[in-house]
């Protein structure tokens, strides 16, 4: 699939539910809004790109702390949601862009700080991603990322991935920390701290978010209970399909 057609299938698979990101309770809580908000805490003067936005949670927790947030997605739906709650929230120091992650249209050294929670997995080249955040950071700037963790074992892997690109086709790749620290360091990035979170996902509200087809949520649940106990037990799955998941939360700075 070329990155154009990708793309096509990113905006289709999260256009037509926008709104759903913005209620999301898994979008909308997480102990990690706490740990932006304090990275960014006393830095007023600061300008912070949301790199992959959604529904803008990330934009919304940060905005009051800093001079500007710039909230950037593929889809120009999310934005809009993003558009509408800011200015119900009266935070008029938000503002949208349209774009992919691979080629921001931003200068050289315009961001202080670049936040990406629960994105760099629909991303169709991270390294790439990488680079152009480095780029777009100042000197000394500071990155972090959230996402969703491959374990790194072969067999969690291959059943993670699997699950994932059946509830939403837009899924390109949840990666290992191995990964992570991998592409980072070859961006030109310097790691600051890892750190790993669990995220529990109540099956019913996680395939309706992306309005999986109905094949796709019966092979969900059909390989479910197909796997092994080593791999059920792992992602802690319980009889109505809800599971748990690794979570990585990276810092990085230029």
Known sequence: MTSKAHSQVVQTQFGEQASAYLSSAVHAQGAEFALLQAEVAGRGDARVLDLGCGAGHVSFHVAPLVKEVVAYDLSQQMLDVVASAAAER??????????????????????????????????????????????VLKPGGVVAFIDVLSPGSPLFDTYLQSVEVLRDTSHVRDYSAGEWLRQVSEAGLHTRSTARQRLRLEYSSWVE???????MRAAIRDLQQAMGNEVREYFEIEADGSFSTDVLVLWAER
């Open 90 to 135: 009266k935070l008029g120091n938000i503002s949208t862009r349209h774009g992919a992650a691979e080629h921001l249209p931003f200068a050289d050294g315009e961001f202080d700080f670049v936040f990406s929670r629960y994105s760099a997995h629909h991303w169709s080249d991270l390294g790439l991603a990488l680079r152009e955040v480095r780029r």
């Open 209 to 215: 978010r992306m309005r999986t087809p109905e094949v």
